[in-house]
Every structure is written in C-alpha cells, then in structure tokens.
C-alpha cells in the first residue's frame, strides 16, 4: 500500500509568492494532519480535519496560512504571501480515528519549504 | 508545564548497550503513547505505542508507561548504529489531540 504521499519535496520561492502543498492520505485513513517543523519549534500542529472537516485550526500562525480537503483523498496547505520564515518542513500524516481513543498517525515525506 | 517533555540530549550510548528515552506528561487523563523515530532529512515513523500502564515489548524494543508518575519511556536492547536518530514522544492533551515532545536525539557509539 502507498503511504501519505506528499508534493513537490522541495520548494523554493521568493517572499511574497504564494505557495502550495498538497497532500494524499493513505487510502482508508479518515483523519489528516498539517505538522510544520523547525528546529527551534520542533513539530508543530497546524490544523487537523475529521472526515473533510476542519477541526482545529488553532495552530495556523496568521491568516496566510489556509488548508482545504475538498475530499478524502486530498488536502491542500496554502501560504499566501509566503515569507522567510515560513521556511521549514511541512509533514502531512494521516491515521484512522475511532471516537474515545488515541490514534497512530502514519507521516507523509515532508515537503522542504524554503523562503528567500 | 509543557504538555510533552522530553530531554533534547544528545544521548550517547555505546553499540550493545541499552538505550533508555525518557518523556514526562502533564495531562493526568492520558490514555496511550506513541514513539516515534526520526532519521535526519526524514519524517517521523511511528515505532511502538502502549495504551495501558507497564511494559510492552517488541523486538528490541520496549516501551514503558507509568500513569501514577506520569512518564513514559522507551528501552532499545542490543543498540545498534542503525539506531542513532531522534526519538519523538507524543500523546493526546485533554482535547484529544496528539501533541508531540521535541525529540531526544540518540548517537549509537561504535
């Protein structure tokens, strides 16, 4: 079975530009989440959905950041306008989560954002 | 108090050895805990999970949860090379999400 599969693995933009992410969760998984990483921060949650559905948000810096799941099979991160210090690794993962019990969650490649 | 902690090291063990990852929690309501394991440039891979209090093994590895003291550990046996990485900690908060400790970064001695 494929994994989380992530797209692009590398990106560099210039500040300003708007930028794209794009995640497909493993087929069967009814959770998805956004983790940005730095090494100053370490893994941060950024916004998780529940069968297409936004549940928390919290974690999004600023209304730059935006995520969508138009259906179980794909989500997307957007930075618009993107800035140097958006740049990190952006990790999508996915689990299948059943009601009132902890979850594995299951990592995506990563994609290795870079802002100039 | 953070709701994951874990000592960032670096923790040197020598090959052979047994390596001990420690993480503490602050939310007295969680159930189960995951281990994961990080390779530089790579994403985290979940390696062992324990949802009740003890030891559960496998392999060369065993995790171990204390609920009463409220920490969680991971023992690698018969360390290998194959093993030097960062070993993340993560568990759910009283809002049910997974929050991740910062990782404990392990170098395996030859």
């Known amino acids: 079975d494929a994994g989380v599969i992530q797209s692009p693995r590398h990106e560099v933009t210039e500040m300003g530009q708007e930028v794209t992410l794009r995640c497909k969760p493993i087929s069967g998984h009814n959770s998805l989440f956004w983790y940005r990483q730095t090494m100053m921060r370490g893994l941060e949650l950024l916004i998780y959905?529940?069968?297409?559905?936004?549940?928390?948000d919290s974690g999004m810096p600023e209304d730059r950041f935006s995520a969508k799941m138009p259906n179980a099979s794909f989500s997307t991160l957007k930075i618009q306008p993107s800035e140097p210090r958006d740049s990190a690794v952006y990790f999508c993962?996915?689990?299948?989560?059943?009601?009132?019990?902890?979850?594995?969650?299951?990592f995506g490649p990563g994609t290795r954002l870079t802002v100039t | 108090q953070k709701e994951v902690e874990q000592n960032s090291g670096p923790l040197s063990v020598p090959e052979g050895a047994i390596a001990s990852l420690n993480c503490t929690y602050s939310?007295?309501?969680?159930?189960?805990f995951f281990w994961y394991r990080q390779y530089s440039g790579k994403s985290p891979e979940l390696i062992m999970f324990?949802?009740?209090?003890g030891d559960k093994e496998d392999g060369r590895f065993t995790a171990q949860l204390n609920k009463a003291s409220q920490y969680v550990s991971l023992l690698i046996r018969d360390s290998q090379p194959s093993d030097s990485a960062t070993y993340l900690c993560?568990?759910?908060?009283?809002?049910?999400?997974?929050?991740f400790g910062k990782g404990t970064r392990l170098h395996i001695l030859p």
């Open positions: 939310d007295r309501g969680s159930q189960s």
């Open positions: 993560a568990g759910p908060n009283r809002d049910d999400k997974i929050i």
């Open positions: 324990i949802y009740s209090n």
């Open positions: 959905f529940n069968n297409n559905v936004p549940i928390d």
């Open positions: 993962a996915s689990s299948f989560r059943v009601s009132g019990r902890a979850y594995e969650q299951y």
